[in-house]
């Protein structure tokens, strides 16, 4: 493979840009009969196929096993193993079975989601014209080899990056690659030499854009990886980015662990030492283990994000990984390209006017017939004039037209009308105006003079300042003297006035922009369209352009420069794709978490490196392979209901994620503590795993849970050093009000190592089951905050079958006995007085720390 690569390489050196036709055909060793067979297949076997570079899907059986890596049920397996080891059957089956439905679920949802996306992949255009032994023929694009010769009509994508050696009208939309609102004109003479940038050579075009108007044909001078297309692939293919949501979810699980294993290794000690019994104290410590882990929190993790993504697909966004539902929610900028994402992708007429930019309606007229009459291919600004509205011409004649070329930038119809001929003309400003010797004002023709000239160059620069595309348009009026015009009738024109093209923005865009500002979302735009364009949309939008940067800017500063700059810049023009990638890097920097929108090539790279990137169905292939998130229609108002969903599905992730640390931590100090005082182990490993197996399976629930809509109204990055102050703030009191129940246990009942067990594990698995309702809002449960059904039945239902245990025969497999009614009573006041004093302490806590 790198030898191929080195060969093509050695072909990339050539200046095939700025050489002349022969040369090129030289060095490539081909002709404008194209290559035989042969020669093709001699070159396929060196350069390999025409295609981008893709990263290997992994086999299903590989994606399951890679998902038992996570640190938590490496963590449920070590158990398990010791657990088997030594004989304990049904804890190690209790824990093995957390671990898989916690691993399978997980899998099941994110594998459903990526075939949902693959289904969306849309087929590009399989086969390309080329010169084969001469003669035109329809190969596969994947078979296109350096020195074929590629006919180009419109509709073609482009196959592989081209020299273009003939062409006639021939316009390229490269918006994909570079973000420009416009076609570009193509040419097949050798490029200026003054032209460093390879997007801005006019005789080249590029894999992955497409024909809008003529007809080319071009030499095949880079194939697969080595053209501007296949080298973002293969810069992709390499990149591996750790978005927020996974650092976030990494730092917990460890803080987790660290807890755990300092935890276990003292109560170890302890009960090793106090009772002799190393194998007991062993599994004892092990059940301790599986108890603080959180080991649904993949599981859960996995549920959430599945009814995310679900209520997301319900509004025509598909998921196709499911993390980065969250951080959709987290996401506090919002980095978005222009052309097509905050624009119609569509050219329209906005404006026409006199030369004065006042509206003027015989301006359009004359526009109008201009478009109407000419039979050359129709590009896209003369499509754009007859749809803006259709005029009744049927009183003018064509008599003659003078074609569009390159060298004049200007194309003229001559046209008759009540016994005259009038020749009217559009085209670039600059040209119309060398060819102009009056210009009409309310009516009055007057002349043109150097100083009138520089005004009327002023008003014109002001339509182009604005963003627009702008042609001028003039007309001269004539007795009827001729039926055949040429160039050279261009003169002594009357300029008539402008008319201004743009790529307007969405109706939805400016309501959608002011929603997301709501939610805390900063918008910063990020485009390879010019600057001019992009000032004007983005003040049509809402956006405040809060400084501009270009990439040629950007490509002067250091790293540490950038990270300042992007702080107080809030729209990015001319980037190319790996300035878009840095700019989202250097955001990182700073510690924000980054969304990236758009649809073309030159967007691959920032999508790939956003915490969430998002797409839209008919992007471009290696757009939506980036994405994270595709938008089945091409609107932004599912962008704010979909930050709302990703704050809503992290909310009841950190539910789980409070609570169960929190509890977990009190109830290994209550054994810590327990082992200390208790001549027997506080409760039976057995015990252990069946409590933390209840306890996980009323979470179920959670993520039908509602959430509070002032929760809903910023963004929620992970905050791992706030969870581990609400665990230590709030695991103690759990462990207070066990303390009681041991005293209420042993001064009141004076319970045998059995009745204790059960009294505790009774105490434990209420109070860690109940405390959800205080813990999963900020307000007053159930009067200021109704949790939903099925969170109140779930929990209900797991406290249910914890009362029932002790009186069923399965009582004696777990150890448990029968308590007296009068526990019951005591219970109730235990539980009762907890989540009294759980919610006190919230309030307090809340008001020092906030609510996360």
Same mark, same amino acid.
């Given at each position: ?199 801005? @050579? ?96 993949? @599981? ?370 209550? @054994? ?181």
């Amino acid at each position: 493979m790198d030898n191929k690569l080195s060969l093509i390489s050695g072909l990339s050196d050539f200046d095939y840009a700025r050489c002349a036709h022969e040369a090129l055909f030289e060095k490539f060793a081909t002709s404008q009969k194209g290559l035989t067979d042969h020669e093709a297949r001699e070159r396929l076997s060196v350069y390999g196929y025409n295609e981008p570079a893709k990263k290997k899907k992994r086999a299903v059986l590989f994606e399951i096993l890679s998902r038992f890596l996570n640190p938590l049920v490496i963590v449920l397996l070590v158990i398990a193993g010791f657990s088997l080891f030594f004989g304990e059957k049904i804890s190690a089956l209790l824990v093995v079975l957390m671990a898989l439905i916690s691993v399978l679920l997980s899998f099941v949802q994110e594998h459903r989601a990526g075939r949902e996306a693959e289904k969306l992949s849309e087929m590009v255009r399989a086969t390309a014209t080329v010169y084969r032994n001469g003669r035109a023929r329809e190969i596969p694009i994947r078979e296109i080899v350096p020195g074929d010769i590629v006919d180009l009509f419109a509709g073609d994508m482009i196959p592989a990056d081209l020299r273009i050696i003939f062409c006639k009208d021939l316009f390229i939309n490269q918006a994909s690659l570079t973000g420009e609102s416009f076609p570009v004109e193509k040419t097949a003479g050798p490029a200026d030499p003054k032209t460093q940038s390879p997007v801005d @050579m006019t005789n080249i075009a590029f894999m992955g854009s497409s024909v809008v108007s003529g007809t080319g044909l071009g030499v095949a001078v880079k194939t697969g990886v080595a053209t501007q297309f296949g080298e973002l692939s293969r810069r992709l293919a390499s990149i591996q980015i750790e978005s927020s949501f996974d650092k976030g979810i990494r730092s917990f699980t460890w803080l987790m662990i660290r807890f755990m294993l300092i935890l276990v290794v003292v109560i170890f000690a302890v009960n090793a030492f106090l009772r002799g019994n190393i194998v007991q104290a062993l599994l004892f410590s092990l059940a301790v283990a599986v108890g603080l882990t959180p080991e649904m929190l993949p @599981m859960l993790v996995a549920i959430n994000l599945s009814k995310g993504a679900l209520a997301m697909s319900k509004k025509d966004v598909i998921v196709k990984r499911l993390n980065s539902i969250q951080n959709f929610g987290a996401m506090n900028v919002l980095c978005t390209d222009k052309t097509g994402t905050l624009t119609l992708d569509r050219i329209v007429l906005e404006k026409h006017c006199d030369v004065v930019r006042q509206e003027d309606d015989e301006v359009l007229k004359l526009a109008f017939i201009n478009s109407y009459y000419q039979t050359g291919l129709k590009n896209i600004l003369d499509r754009a004039i007859l749809k803006h509205e259709k005029l009744k011409i049927e009183d003018y004649a064509k008599i003659d037209e003078i074609p569009f070329d390159f060298s004049r930038k200007m194309m003229s119809v001559v046209v008759g009308s009540e016994g005259r001929h009038t020749l009217i003309s559009k085209g670039a400003p600059e040209e119309i105006f060398k060819r102009c010797a009056t210009y009409e004002l309310e009516g009055e023709t007057l002349e043109i003079n150097q100083m009138i000239l520089t005004d009327l160059k002023e008003e014109c620069d002001r339509l182009s300042a604005e963003g627009f595309r702008v042609l001028a348009v003039a007309y001269r009026s004539m007795d009827i003297s001729k039926e055949r015009y040429t160039k050279d009738d261009e003169q002594g024109l009357v300029l008539k006035g402008y008319i201004a093209f743009l790529d307007p923005p969405k109706p939805t865009t400016k309501k959608t922009i002011e929603a997301l500002r709501r939610l805390g979302i900063e918008l910063k735009v990020l485009t390879g369209d010019n600057e001019l364009v992009t000032r004007k949309i983005c003040i049509d939008v809402g956006i405040s352009v809060m400084g501009l940067a270009t990439g040629d800017a950007i490509d002067k500063i250091s790293d540490e420069e950038l990270a300042e700059l992007v702080e107080v810049t809030s729209v990015f023009a001319r980037l190319s794709p790996l300035q878009k990638e840095r700019v989202i890097r250097a955001l990182h920097r700073n510690k924000h978490v980054v969304g990236y929108l758009g649809d073309g090539i030159n967007d691959a790279a920032a999508l790939k490196a956003a915490d969430v990137g998002i797409s839209v169905n008919n992007a471009v292939d290696i757009a939506k392979e980036s994405a994270d998130i595709i938008l089945l229609k091409k609107s932004l108002i599912v962008l704010a209901e979909g930050v709302t969903e990703g704050r809503r599905t992290f909310g009841n992730i950190l539910k789980y994620i409070k609570m169960g640390s929190s509890s977990n931590f009190g109830n290994m100090i209550s @054994m810590t503590g327990a082992s200390l005082c208790l001549p027997f182990l506080p409760m039976l490993p057995i015990q252990i795993l069946l409590n933390n197996f209840l306890y996980d399976l009323s979470q179920i629930a959670v993520p039908t849970d509602e959430v509070d809509d002032e929760y809903l109204l910023r963004s929620r990055p992970w905050n791992v050093g706030y969870i581990k102050k609400f665990m230590l703030f709030f695991g103690p009191i759990s462990s207070v009000f066990d303390f009681v129940t041991f005293g209420v246990l042993l001064f009141l009942f004076n319970a045998s190592p059995k009745l204790f067990h059960t009294g505790w594990f009774l105490e434990s698995l209420i109070t860690q089951t109940l405390v959800i309702y205080v813990i999963r809002t900020g307000k007053i449960p159930f009067v200021e905050s109704r949790p939903s059904p099925f969170l109140m039945f779930s929990s209900i239902y797991i406290v249910t079958i914890g009362l029932l245990i002790p009186f069923t025969p399965l009582s004696k497999y777990f150890g448990f006995v029968q308590p007296p009614p009068l526990y019951f009573a005591a219970l109730v006041c235990i539980v009762a007085a907890y989540l009294w004093v759980v919610q006190t302490v919230k309030s307090k806590f809340i008001d020092k720390y906030g609510y996360e």
